[in-house]
């Protein structure tokens, strides 16, 4: 089992930065590859970014490329999403999630999944 806890959302202007984290419960973390997607009101749950078990491999959404990043550190139990040049499409609910598999874009893929946290991107 596994718990994860985002954080770091808020209200930020056009063009400006957030960093997220998201904070993993248990032993095993170095195991899971992790993502971040998001939810925008009255759409489905998309993609954002993906990082492998071991931090080596990354993968981004076309819409995101270039200004988002992903980290983790595996000894604090951590993912990142750092958010630069931010637009208002960019607002949503962002989530972590983890799963036993391998790193993918694929919502039902992932086996945990934190509470979310907002980001809105004013204009």
């Known amino acids: 089992q596994v718990q994860l806890v985002e954080s770091g959302g808020g209200l930020v202007q056009a063009g400006g930065s957030l960093r997220l984290s998201c904070a993993a419960s248990g032993r095993t973390f170095s195991t899971y590859a992790m993502g971040w997607f998001r939810q925008a009101p009255g759409k489905e749950r998309e993609f954002v970014t993906t990082?492998?078990?071991?931090?080596?491999?990354?993968y981004y959404a076309d819409s995101i490329k270039g200004r988002f990043t992903i980290s983790r550190d595996n000894a604090k139990d951590t993912v990142y999403l750092q958010m630069n040049s931010l637009k208002p499409e960019d607002t949503a609910v962002y989530y972590c999630?983890?799963?036993?598999?391998?790193?993918?874009?694929?919502?039902?893929?992932?086996?945990?999944w934190g509470q979310g946290t907002q980001v809105t991107v004013s204009s």
């Open positions: 990082i492998t078990s071991s931090g080596g491999s990354t």
């Open positions: 999630a983890a799963t036993r598999s391998y790193s993918s874009w694929i919502v039902r893929r992932y086996d945990y």
